[in-house]
């Protein structure tokens, strides 16, 4: 079963596979669609931002990789089914969904607006809903998929909260629950479910957050690998996820943090 073998495929190959990715105008949606499409998968970009994504769609381009933009709100039901709609129409099926759209606004807990709550909930859990359920159902069609949703280390007992987040929180807690659930009953479809929880990740999400550098060590302290993670980094993990290489791992989480969940 073991042993090296010349005509061994790529590592993580992809070639002849289509993904979607949502969220993906910038940050780890932008990097894990360039990797997956570097990988050799055909990819469809979605997000609000379409320009956004065009800009990454030519980056693709000239890696000589094959993708698409298509606008989406994740949270609107109409704007999923007409992702997949022209997913099927340019690359007529869909075998990987990596789910990563999502918000975090700061917000404390007393003050918090119903509709603030609801927004976050809508787009960060909703919206991974929605998206799975529309994917999944092609999926299921060939008995073959890997949905990849992206998490985070925020989703509760792993040691550490994160105030001001309540809702994201919640959200994030909800992903990792509903993608065991999903696990379980797309299993019998031959389509696996997983959840990549990123630690602190540089993103252009992150970076609008200005904090002065006594904060940002403060930051630091708790993980052992004292820096952020990058958005490549999180993109690996997703490939791997993404790709046959995984293929007994279904209902897991696999954190990427720099060690911030072993302090
Ligand atoms: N950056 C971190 O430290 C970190 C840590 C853990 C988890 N995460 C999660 O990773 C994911 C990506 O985070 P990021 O830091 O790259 O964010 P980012 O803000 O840099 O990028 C997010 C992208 O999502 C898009 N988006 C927002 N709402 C949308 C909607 N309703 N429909 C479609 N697209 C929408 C934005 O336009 C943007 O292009 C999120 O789910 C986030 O919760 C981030």
């Known amino acids: ?21 949502t969220g993906a105008a910038k940050g780890m949606g932008r990097a894990d669609a360039i990797k997956l499409a ?3 998968a055909k990819v469809v970009l979605t997000d609000v931002d379409l320009a956004g994504c065009q800009l990454v769609v030519e980056e693709i381009k000239k890696l000589r990789g094959d993708s698409i933009a298509v606008k989406c709100d ?3 039901k109409a704007d999923v089914d007409n992702v997949v709609a022209e997913t099927l129409k340019k690359f007529g099926k869909i075998d990987i969904l990596v789910n990563n759209a999502g918000i975090y606004p700061f ?23 929605l998206m799975a359920q529309a994917c999944a159902k092609e999926m299921a069609k060939n008995k073959s998929g890997s949905i990849v949703n992206i998490g985070s280390v925020a989703m509760g007992q792993v040691g550490m909260g994160f105030a001001g987040l309540v809702h994201y929180c919640a959200s994030k807690g909800g ?9 379980l009953e797309l299993a ?11 630690g602190s990740i540089d993103t252009p999400g992150t ?33 791997f996820l993404a790709s046959s290489e995984s293929s007994y791992m279904t209902g ?3 954190v990427v943090d720099g060690g911030w969940c072993a302090g």
């Open 1 to 21: 079963m073991f042993g090296l073998n010349k005509t061994t495929a790529k590592f993580c190959d992809l070639k002849g596979k289509v993904a979607i990715v």
């Open 207 to 239: 970076n609008t957050m200005k904090m002065d550098e006594k904060t940002r060590q403060a930051m630091l302290a708790p993980i052992p690998m004292k820096r952020n993670g990058n958005a490549e980094e999180i993109a690996s993990a997703v490939l």
């Open 107 to 129: 917000e404390p807990f007393l003050e918090m607006k119903e509709a603030n709550f609801e927004k976050v909930i809508d787009i960060n859990l909703k919206g991974y809903f």
């Open 175 to 183: 992903i990792t629950a509903m993608s065991e659930a999903m696990a």
């Open 74 to 76: 994740s949270s609107k």
């Open 38 to 40: 570097n990988a050799g």
């Open 252 to 254: 897991s989480v696999m």
């Open 188 to 198: 019998p479809m031959g389509i696996r479910v997983n959840v990549v929880a990123p």
